[in-house]
């Protein structure tokens, strides 16, 4: 059971906008930073978005991050077949003292 | 730019203890107060923190796994450690470790069997 909540899967055509949402509470997500990763098949985790809307260099602006409240989504714009993979939010948890992830979205282009 | 490489046994036998190192590189592990941590993926599954430690030697560990898990570091060596005991096959993973939740490396994949 993950602290934070993704919907398991999402889907979309190329061309078309996806958000991918990540639900918490003010312990992790409500008073923390959110990050949000890719991964493809094989490979580890690449950072995708940091501060809940930062790009590291090398990143498209067709990803961008949103926080708000206890949520945080990801948007994907101009979906590109090259974008199926899955997906991870993750954030500091005050309760915890240590980090969270969500379960996983598993985003598939159609 | 900082880099982080995981070694260690791909195979360790049920009950035994698995041991891992990750190597920093591109910068000191003292250069500012960054946590390392190690996070695992079971095959098909989600990521999982297992713990982190500080340059300091200070540790914090996941309660589900605190009982059976020790983290050290070795500021000389720009190194930090992961030993786990008592592993079962429900410890089958791929091990990263990281900075803080910036960096991470590349993974290596652990096969507990007997």
């Known amino acids: 059971q993950s602290v934070l909540t993704q919907p398991p899967s999402a889907s979309g055509t190329p061309g078309q906008r996806v958000t991918i949402s990540c639900s918490g509470s003010?312990?992790?997500?409500?008073?923390?930073?959110v990050y949000w990763y890719q991964q493809l098949p094989g490979a580890a985790p690449k950072r995708l978005i940091y501060?809940?809307?930062q790009r590291p260099s090398g990143v498209p602006d067709r990803f961008s991050g949103s926080k708000s409240g206890t949520s945080a989504s990801l948007a994907i714009s101009g979906l590109r077949s090259e974008d199926e993979a899955d997906y991870y939010c993750?954030?500091?948890?005050?309760?915890?003292?240590?980090?969270?992830f969500g379960g996983g979205t598993k985003l598939t282009v159609l | 730019q900082v880099q982080l490489q995981e070694s260690g046994p791909g195979l360790v036998k049920t009950s035994q203890t698995l041991s891992l190192t990750c190597t920093v590189s591109?910068?000191?592990?003292?250069?500012?107060?960054?946590?390392w941590s190690w996070i695992r993926q079971p095959p098909g599954k989600g990521l999982e923190w297992i713990g982190y430690?500080?340059?300091?030697?200070?540790?914090y560990y996941n309660p589900s796994l605190q009982s059976r898990v020790t983290m050290s570091v070795d500021t000389s060596k720009n190194q930090f450690s992961l030993k786990m005991t008592s592993v079962t096959a429900a410890d089958t993973a791929v091990y990263y470790c990281?900075?803080?939740?910036?960096?991470w490396g590349q993974g290596t994949l652990v096969t507990v069997s007997s």
């Open positions: 990281a900075r803080n939740l910036d960096y």
């Open positions: 591109g910068d000191s592990m003292t250069s500012a107060n960054f946590y």
């Open positions: 430690v500080y340059s300091s030697g200070s540790t």
């Open positions: 003010s312990s992790n997500i409500g008073s923390n930073y």
């Open positions: 501060r809940n809307n």
């Open positions: 993750a954030t500091w948890d005050d309760s915890l003292n240590g980090p969270s």
